[in-house]
């Protein structure tokens, strides 16, 4: 049996305190990449961890809502993820470019906005501008539907190149009402206004959360743990999680628990289910 560790700080265990004593009222998030799948060099050959869904199936019956949170299009998670037509699934939701597209488990559809113009002109100019910035070879571009990625882990140098590009890309954005986003070894170029953290808040207040647990490993999560510690001043306990990884300590140095990785996630889900009972 998976034992639930304890968190290093006295908000991360009231938090977990308020989780386990009024589940029905819980909202568990979760980023994809990273925290419920391995990071890979190719992000279409992510998926979840074999024991994730499982894991979620137990949990989700359980708690007031499982909501997945993720920069990648809702429906593509889904896939990655496995999370469609699984029984006990059914109080998952996946929250899509960063919240901009809502899938529910419960009725199998996605629904969302018109997508942001800047995306579409930034996809034509993108090959141009790292042409320029000598960064064609190695990088690759990850179309996201309403967001583009630019990736260097392949490149030579993959941290030089991404310092080299934060330039060029941060001016391509603005001349198209974008912002750049940072992760490892990514930037991503999306419309302003999408971020974890806005979506965290929008699900909770829907769901009218008494406590929230929050999981991730990357820069992007930082809003969505800045949500926590929002709603914790406002009177909402919470519990920050990191997906331990030794490329990105800023979630590490502000989580209220670190686990190791996927398989720590996937452990925690375990022991949290086992312990609602």
Known sequence: MDLLPT????????????????????????DF????????????????????????????????????????PAEVAVHHGGFASVPGLEHLTVLGHYGAERWSAATGEVT???????????????????????????TWIEEKGRAVAVHTRRARDPQATFEALRGPLADLAARHGLIVEPGRLVLELRPPGMDKGVALLDH????AAGSVLYAGDDLGDLPAFAAVEKLRADGVPGLLVCSGSTEVTELAERA????DGPAGVVALLRALAARIG
């Open 256 to 259: 209220d628990l670190v686990v």
């Open 33 to 72: 990449d990273g925290t419920l799948a391995p990071i890979v060099e190719d992000p279409e050959q992510a998926r979840a961890h074999p024991d994730a869904v499982p894991a979620l199936a137990v949990l989700a019956p359980k708690v007031a809502s499982v909501a997945v949170i993720t920069g990648r």
């Open 204 to 207: 909770v207040r829907r769901t």
């Open 112 to 138: 969302a906005p018109a997508p942001h113009p800047g995306v579409a002109a930034v996809r034509a100019e993108l090959p141009a501008v790292l042409t320029r910035a000598g960064a064609s070879e190695g």
């Open 7 to 30: 968190p290093v700080t006295q908000a991360g265990r009231d938090g977990l305190r308020a989780v386990l004593d009024k589940p029905r009222t819980a909202v568990v998030g979760l």
